[in-house]
Nanobody, 118 residues
Framework: QVQLVESGGGLVQAGGSLRLSCAAS????????FGWFRQAPGKEREFVAA????????YKAGSVKGRFTISRDNAKNTVYLQMNALKPEDTAIYYC???????????WGQGTQVTVSS
C-alpha cells in the first residue's frame, strides 16, 4: 500500500510559481498512476492533472494548461506539480492521489494549502 505526503504549498503573489511535491512510501510506486486535485473553499474537489505509471502520458485540466506541469521521478518515489503564472483562482488545498493502474484514485494525501494573493 502506498502512502502519500504532499509538501511545497504556501503563499505566493499572482504571477508567481510554486512546486508541489508528493512523496510516496512503499516499494510499488511505479505500479501507480498519480493525480493532483484541488478544493477551494465552498467548492467541490476538482481534477488538476494526472500522470501515467511510466510518466509517458499526462493530462491537465483546461484551466491550468500552459501553466502547470506534472512530472514524476520513480527513483525518488515522488510526483511533482510545477505551477507557474499562478492566479488568485488557483487558491485551494491541493491533494495528491494514487491509482493502481486501471483503477480509481483511492489513496489520498492530507493536502497542502496554496494561497495566491492578488
Amino acid at each position: 500500500q502506498v502512502q502519500l505526503v504532499e509538501s511545497g504549498g504556501g503563499l505566493v503573489q499572482a504571477g508567481g510559481s510554486l512546486r508541489l511535491s508528493c512523496a510516496a512510501s512503499g516499494r510499488t510506486f511505479s505500479n501507480y498512476s498519480f493525480g493532483w486535485f484541488r478544493q477551494a473553499p465552498g467548492k467541490e474537489r476538482e481534477f488538476v492533472a494526472a500522470i501515467s505509471w511510466s510518466g509517458g502520458t499526462t493530462y491537465k485540466a483546461g484551466s491550468v494548461k500552459g501553466r502547470f506541469t506534472i512530472s514524476r521521478d520513480n527513483a525518488k518515489n515522488t510526483v511533482y506539480l510545477q505551477m507557474n503564472a499562478l492566479k488568485p483562482e488557483d487558491t485551494a488545498i491541493y491533494y495528491c492521489a494514487a491509482s493502481i493502474v486501471g483503477g480509481p484514485y483511492d489513496i489520498w494525501g492530507q493536502g497542502t494549502q496554496v494561497t495566491v494573493s492578488s
